[in-house]
């Protein structure tokens, strides 16, 4: 299954080509947003439902049949009981032509405002974000909350996640435990840099590998005790039984790769609300028998969700992880090379 994380990205810029279907007559908002206290930029999707008189794709890339022109669209700030910590005014604003599908890929607008002037580590905990969207031919009000995650966080007991090298070989010291709230989805990913040198040139390459916790899993207990006699919902331990075997299963050999260079090893760690994952998951299971999108949007349409992520410092081999790379039972076929 793939990871979440592209996602934040494609709802934005590419072109969805799945058809609503809606009641004869009504227009529905279909609004797409997914936000960050990290954001320099909020931007969402709004777009319409409409029904096609004639040929579908003619109408499909008519600019007029997609876009709510003059919407009035607010974004705003708020505690766990409703009080307004802010409200910011989204705009039409053109953006990058989207790319080919059924739908008009030019022009390609969307609603955007600048953040919210807070530091959103000292707002009480529950504060949310909440979308109201306003378009002069709908029925009523559309309108979505999210509740703003808790900054990501990894856990290391030894300080691990500080070193600029790490060592395969002191299993005790290499676990990263991974911090996980129960009301929100945590995705952990490690990103495995190399090269491989093929047609006389060096072709950047990477693998990522993935954990997911859902909703509701349980977190790490109890504080009391010392960081490393926690219990944690999931933790990766960064040595040579879990590192080599991962590197052997994701790097095929290929005839054509003469060798190969170890760039370095990434650590992120991403937390959404549980929209976000509900919305995912569901699309992942729909049927011919089943077919209805997961949605949080009242009077309408589509998915408004927050996250947040984290990116640790990468981390290189030492001399000793290195050589067992190159040459070790697991990877020693996968030609890597201790050279510049």
Same mark, same amino acid.
């Given at each position: 299954m793939?990871?979440l994380?592209p996602?934040?990205?494609? /709802?934005l810029?590419?072109?969805?080509?799945?058809?609503e279907?809606?009641?004869?007559?009504?227009?529905?908002?279909?609004?797409?947003?997914?936000?960050?206290?990290q954001?320099?930029?909020y931007?969402?999707? /709004?777009?319409?439902?409409?029904?096609?008189e004639?040929?579908?794709?003619?109408v499909?890339r008519n600019?007029?049949?997609?876009?709510f #022109?003059?919407?009035?669209?607010?974004?705003?700030l708020?505690?766990?009981d409703?009080?307004?910590?802010g409200e910011k005014?989204?705009k039409?604003?053109?953006?990058?032509?989207?790319?080919d599908?059924?739908?008009?890929?030019?022009?390609? &607008?969307?609603?955007?405002?600048?953040?919210?002037?807070v530091?959103?580590?000292? /707002?009480?905990?529950?504060?949310?974000?909440n979308?109201?969207?306003e378009?002069p031919?709908?029925?009523?009000?559309?309108?979505?909350?999210?509740?703003?995650?808790?900054?990501?966080?990894?856990l290391?007991?030894?300080? /691990?996640?500080?070193?600029s090298?790490?060592?395969l070989f002191?299993?005790?010291?290499?676990?990263v435990l991974?911090?996980?709230?129960?009301?929100?989805?945590t995705?952990f990913?490690l990103?495995f840099?190399?090269?491989?040198?093929?047609l006389?040139?060096?072709?950047?390459?990477?693998?990522?590998?993935?954990r997911?916790?859902?909703?509701?899993?349980?977190? &790490? &207990?109890?504080?009391?005790?010392?960081l490393?006699?926690?219990?944690?919902?999931?933790?990766?331990?960064l040595?040579?039984?879990f590192?080599?075997p991962?590197?052997?299963?994701?790097?095929?050999?290929?005839?054509?790769?003469?060798?190969?260079?170890?760039?370095?090893i990434e650590?992120?760690?991403?937390n959404?609300?549980a929209?976000?994952?509900? #919305?995912y998951y569901?699309g992942? &299971?729909?049927?011919d028998y089943?077919?209805?999108?997961?949605?949080?949007?009242?009077n309408g349409?589509?998915l408004?969700?927050s996250y947040?992520?984290?990116t640790y410092?990468?981390?290189?081999?030492n001399n000793?992880?290195?050589?067992?790379?190159?040459?070790?039972r697991?990877?020693?076929n996968?030609?890597?090379r201790?050279?510049?």
């Amino acid at each position: 299954m793939k990871s979440l994380i592209p996602i934040l990205f494609l /709802l934005l810029c590419s072109c969805k080509n799945d058809l609503e279907v809606i009641q004869p007559g009504k227009t529905l908002p279909i609004i797409y947003g997914l936000v960050s206290p990290q954001d320099s930029v909020y931007r969402i999707r /709004l777009t319409r439902s409409f029904l096609a008189e004639g040929d579908i794709e003619t109408v499909a890339r008519n600019p007029d049949s997609l876009y709510f #022109y003059n919407a009035d669209v607010r974004l705003q700030l708020r505690t766990a009981d409703g009080g307004i910590i802010g409200e910011k005014e989204m705009k039409l604003t053109q953006i990058e032509d989207k790319t080919d599908g059924l739908f008009v890929t030019h022009p390609n &607008y969307i609603y955007q405002c600048n953040p919210f002037d807070v530091s959103f580590k000292d /707002l009480p905990a529950g504060a949310e974000f909440n979308l109201i969207v306003e378009v002069p031919d709908a029925d009523s009000t559309a309108s979505a909350q999210s509740k703003i995650p808790e900054e990501p966080e990894l856990l290391s007991a030894l300080g /691990l996640l500080t070193k600029s090298t790490v060592n395969l070989f002191h299993f005790t010291r290499n676990v990263v435990l991974i911090k996980h709230v129960r009301e929100f989805y945590t995705e952990f990913e490690l990103i495995f840099r190399y090269s491989e040198y093929r047609l006389d040139s060096w072709v950047p390459k990477e693998f990522v590998y993935t954990r997911k916790i859902m909703p509701g899993e349980p977190q &790490y &207990y109890p504080e009391g005790q010392p960081l490393w006699r926690r219990e944690y919902p999931d933790s990766i331990y960064l040595d040579e039984a879990f590192m080599y075997p991962l590197i052997s299963n994701r790097i095929n050999e290929d005839p054509e790769v003469t060798s190969r260079q170890f760039k370095e090893i990434e650590l992120r760690v991403f937390n959404a609300d549980a929209e976000f994952a509900n #919305y995912y998951y569901a699309g992942q &299971y729909l049927t011919d028998y089943n077919n209805q999108n997961y949605s949080n949007i009242i009077n309408g349409l589509g998915l408004f969700a927050s996250y947040w992520t984290m990116t640790y410092p990468a981390m290189n081999l030492n001399n000793q992880s290195m050589d067992s790379l190159c040459s070790g039972r697991f990877t020693k076929n996968l030609k890597f090379r201790n050279w510049e």
